[in-house]
């Protein structure tokens, strides 16, 4: 089970998308996960054949354990006897997992026929009521509908002390199997998920806060210019130019990119950007655009466009959710004019963005008004000191003066 | 209502009694429209009352819809309390523009100041053999503009007693009455009077499936009703009466108890009141349907003069009969 958040524990087995015997490779989505915060599909790092599964869907289990084995190209299959035991635990996660696993519900009934049951909303509400099991009961609405009569029915014939079962097919999403949490119960727990990563987070890191006061005339001005040239379909946001701008900076100061892991700064050399979405129903995520640095403003747009698309259908990638390096966020739609943010750990830096207001601007001994964002850096005192986070604040503030180069 | 006097009447009667009440209550409610005042109306509802009531306050109008709805608007922003009635539903599509682009309207563009206590009558619905251009069933139409009434009286009691309540009302009530009920005849309390018009009625209780409707197909419904009884099946007869504001209350209440719903609509279907209907079941009473629920409405052709085509293109007592049935199924 990957560690797909800084504070996941455990994670549910929604789907297997593969089966013992076939052959897989690098990139290729293995299974879906539930974890507290969204549905996430587990890419694999190895190629070679699928050998057998171990965590059967719907069954939650501890980060770190083993979900299946993958026989790598040029090993041989081991005897089945020999299959080692499922491993828990490795050292990456300190504690042991102490969310117990929850006893294996019964699994969800499955129609004795082929194909999907027909059954009236009423005639589910009652079977629900009085326990019935669904795929044992004769339709005799329109269709071979079951009704309520029908299951009301099936209810005096039953034996009595069957315990009662939800018999409601897993609506499909799709194709893929629909996350096993209700909303109401995934949105606690990603409010708890949140708790948990934000109080480490001002636990532990001393953060320190800059701001400036960026002109984006110059920005603005291009970006209409360049949007008149363009489709609808196909223009830019003005995010999509500052998510850029910090990925730049983020390459010219390099102490703001990268976790803070074991006592140490730990640099990386690719810029992975974070993007915080909020979703409708509250809580946020904040996935990352890899390589964000090496993108053109129209592949980071088609990147953003289909990221905020998979967040709120809650389908996400395993690397989207771990890699981010640095994370931005950007209150300005809501009227925000300064975000003071909190670091996602372990990263060491945020990067918010308020609104474009006009604002009175002095240049060159003239007043005019100008659109002016405030942009301001939260960053973790034990991996850069404020001389870096300045210079890293005008480097923003420079890319974004040079619209035509990002 | 047992021991109350009743009349033998036809519903045409009943309105000629609504309006002439109106006229010696109200010295502001006059009549217009083609034909209503020499000739007595189209119908025959205004029969008479030019001799009791004068040239004044019955007055013919030219032929043109447009002109006299609008001089109604003027007339209730002044002051008076106009029945206007347009000889059939297809004509008021001259109208259109004043009845939705002013009369429902003004009151909101105004600020709040202006009110249009105007009622307009006029007839709506098939099966008279008067062809394509005289058998709409518009009245669905009219009940998606905000700033309307539409009312659809079914009964004598209704016919009898929802203008005077329309005439109370300070917005704009379009009254629509299915040419198919002037002739009926009935029972009517001698003192029948105002009704309210926010509600609507179950016409016979039941249990197994809600047949609802309104207007000219209420008599076929409940007919479908009885047949069924004598199947074994127990049909509630919701009649709604009124078509805006739909009273979305009564049509799930309904459903709840029968977990079953039928429509039956003279408009056409797509994007009917029948399709309205259905949605509002679907979205307040989702969970209580034991069967999908269903819809009898005319064909989507424009009515046939044949009277066998015209009957098939209509609905009928019989398909509500099966459909009911059907959908019903298994007896447990």
Same mark, same amino acid.
């Given at each position: ?27 290729? +989505? ?29 069954? &939650? ?94 209810? &005096? ?27 109401? *119960? ?112 129209? *592949? ?55 609104? +474009? ?50 | ?99 939705? /682009? /002013? ?9 709040? !100041? ?14 008279? !053999? ?24 079914? #009964? ?8 005077? #309540? ?54 076929? #419904? ?96 019989? #398909? ?13």
């Amino acid at each position: 089970m990957p560690l797909l958040g800084a504070d996941m524990e455990a994670g549910t087995i929604v789907q297997w998308l593969k089966k013992p015997g076939d052959a897989v490779k690098r990139g290729d +989505i293995i299974a879906v996960i539930d974890t507290e915060k969204a549905t996430i599909e587990v890419e694999l790092f190895e190629t070679g054949t699928l050998q057998s599964i171990i965590v059967p869907e719907g069954e &939650k289990v501890p980060v770190g354990t083993v979900l299946a084995l993958i026989r790598t190209d040029g090993e041989v299959a081991p005897p089945a006897e020999a299959r080692p035991q499922v491993a828990v635990a490795p050292a990456r996660v300190a504690p042991a997992p102490t969310i117990p696993v929850r006893p294996k519900q019964p699994p969800p009934v499955t129609p004795a026929v082929p194909g999907r049951l027909r059954v009236s909303p009423l005639a589910v509400r009652v079977a629900i009521e009085l326990g019935v099991d669904l795929s044992t009961v004769r339709g005799t609405g329109q269709g071979a509908a079951i009704t309520a009569a029908d299951v009301q029915r099936a209810a &005096k014939v039953a034996i009595p002390e069957k315990p009662p079962s939800v018999p409601v097919e897993v609506p499909e999403v799709k194709g893929r199997r629909a996350p096993t949490m209700s909303p109401a *119960e995934r949105h606690a727990a990603m409010r708890k998920a949140i708790a948990a990563a934000m109080a480490r987070s001002k636990r532990e890191i001393p953060h320190y806060y800059l701001g400036t006061w960026i002109n984006l005339s110059r920005a603005m001005a291009w970006l209409e210019a360049e949007n008149l040239k363009r489709p609808v379909t196909e223009r830019l946001l003005y995010s999509v130019m500052l998510l850029k701008a910090v990925a730049l900076a983020s390459r010219e100061i390099p102490d703001l990119n990268g976790f803070w892991i074991d006592g140490a700064f730990r640099l990386s050399e690719a810029v992975h950007v974070g993007v915080a979405i909020s979703l409708r129903q509250g809580g946020l995520i904040a996935p990352a655009i890899h390589d964000l640095d090496k993108k053109g403003l129209d *592949e980071i747009m088609g990147n953003l466009r289909d990221l905020v698309k998979r967040v709120r259908a809650g389908v996400l990638r395993s690397s989207e959710i771990m890699d981010a390096t640095i994370t931005v966020t950007s209150l300005g739609d809501q009227g925000v004019e300064t975000v003071f943010g909190i670091i996602y750990p372990p990263q060491v830096a945020l990067v918010g963005f308020g609104k +474009i207001s006009e604002h009175p601007w002095a240049a060159n001994g003239m007043i005019g008004t100008k659109p002016v964002m405030n942009a301001t850096l939260a960053a973790d005192h034990r991996a850069s000191d404020g001389h870096r986070g300045a210079l890293f604040l005008a480097a923003i503030d420079r890319h974004l003066q040079e619209p035509e180069k990002l | 209502m047992a021991g109350t006097k009743t009349v033998r009447i036809t519903y045409r009667e009943a309105i000629r009694q609504a309006i002439r009440e109106a006229l010696q209550r109200d010295p502001r409610v006059f009549l217009m429209g083609e034909d209503v005042g020499r000739y007595g109306g189209c119908f025959a509802v205004s029969k008479g009352l030019l001799d009791e009531f004068g040239p004044e306050r019955i007055r013919d109008t030219p032929l043109s819809e447009s002109a006299f709805v609008g001089a109604g608007i003027g007339a209730a922003l002044g002051g008076m309390r106009p029945i206007v009635e347009i000889m059939t539903v297809n004509f008021s599509l001259l109208a259109l523009d004043q009845i939705m /682009n /002013n009369a429902a309207t003004i009151l909101h563009m105004s600020g709040g !100041q202006f009110n249009i206590p105007l009622v307009i009558r006029t007839t709506t619905g098939a099966g008279r !053999q008067v062809a394509a251009q005289h058998s709409h069933s518009l009245e669905g139409w009219y009940a998606h503009i905000p700033g309307l009434k539409i009312l659809t009286p079914a #009964t004598l009691e209704d016919g009898r007693g929802m203008l005077w #309540t329309a005439l109370q009302d300070p917005d704009p009530v379009l009254i629509f009455e299915h040419g198919g009920l002037y002739n009926v005849e009935g029972e009517l309390a001698s003192d029948a009077g105002a009704v309210e018009i926010e509600k609507a009625m179950v016409r016979k209780s039941g249990t197994d499936v809600s047949l609802i409707t309104y207007g000219g197909t209420l008599g076929k #419904t409940l007919r479908a009703a009885e047949e069924l009884a004598g199947m074994g099946v127990s049909a509630e007869v919701l009649d709604l009466r009124t078509l805006r504001p739909l009273d979305a209350e009564a049509i799930v209440d309904s459903v709840t108890r029968t977990h079953r719903a039928v429509i039956i609509d003279e408009g056409w279907r797509s994007g009917s009141i029948s399709a309205e209907i259905s949605a509002r079941i679907m979205e307040n009473a989702f969970y209580e349907l034991d069967s999908p629920v269903a819809r009898i409405c005319a064909a989507e052709v424009p009515m046939p003069y044949a009277k066998h085509l015209e009957d098939a293109a209509l609905p009928q007592v019989a #398909t509500i009969v099966e459909t009911a049935r059907e959908m019903v199924g298994e007896r447990g």
